[in-house]
């Protein structure tokens, strides 16, 4: 079995091109549902600056974009910058970027960060740099959108194990809570290559977050619990949706 040790979990993984196999039927559908329901809820101006953070191959940003907005995607990962990149045009750029790094100051009318894109770091200070460098990075009474995993009903729900094949490859998934993380591992069999890949996510609840814009200057004023954009309920919500201002 072949392990990447010389970097970090999300370096090794996000940049294989096995990560865009397994997750390469991710619903556009759902994603510019939700799109179009934040932007009627938020009440978006025209021509508004926003950050698409962790932007992956950018299906958000694109659809941002299609709106009239102006839009920047970042995320750590070269191949996804790459992918995202055939899109550019005026209005729509990509960067590769580190969240735990400043981007720019004073920028943005909003920044949104979706689908638990948040919490892959080691120590709670990493974390919080990121909401700092969003701060950073937002005009004042900026809004940032922060769409995250219902860490509750998740670990309720959790499935132990499943396994895929997706293009002749077979993927074996396996999931548990260990030291305060939510770890999926993923061992793929790809014709005579084993590798092994793996998935870390912080445990962050609500009392979590709060804890952390406490530190940022960042104040929440919204909490829904889905894309349909109900209110957040701990128990039975699917996500956790923060909308906060920074004050």
């Not at 932007?39 to 978006?44: A, E, N, T």
Request: charged share 30%; hydrophobic share 40%.
């Amino acid at each position: 079995m072949t392990k990447k040790t010389e970097l970090s979990w999300f370096e090794s993984w996000f940049n294989s091109h096995y990560y865009h196999i397994l997750y390469k039927n991710r619903n556009n559908q759902e994603a510019e549902f939700f799109i179009n329901n934040l932007c009627d809820f938020l009440v978006i101006p025209k021509n508004s600056k926003i950050l698409d953070l962790a932007c992956g191959k950018g299906r958000h940003s694109i659809q941002l974009n299609a709106k009239g907005f102006n839009v920047i995607g970042t995320d750590l990962s070269k191949e996804s910058i790459l992918e995202a990149s055939k899109h550019k045009k005026v209005g729509l750029d990509f960067f590769v970027n580190d969240m735990r790094l400043a981007f720019k100051t004073n920028y943005f009318d909003y920044t949104f960060n979706f689908f638990s894109s948040f919490g892959y770091f080691e120590s709670d200070s990493e974390n919080i740099d990121v909401l700092k460098n969003i701060s950073l990075g937002l005009k004042k009474k900026g809004v940032v959108v922060i769409d995250f995993m219902n860490i509750r009903k998740v670990i309720a729900n959790l499935k132990p194990k499943e396994e895929k094949i997706i293009d002749g490859i077979i993927f074996k998934i396996s999931r548990a809570v260990l030291n305060g993380f939510l770890i999926k591992k993923i061992e793929l069999i790809d014709q005579n290559k084993e590798l092994y890949f793996e998935e870390k996510v912080k445990i962050i609840t609500l009392e979590n977050f709060k804890d952390y814009l406490n530190q940022t200057g960042l104040k929440i004023i919204n909490l829904l619990g889905d894309y349909d954009l109900n209110t957040f309920d701990e128990l039975n919500s699917d996500r956790l949706i923060i909308i906060a201002i920074k004050e």
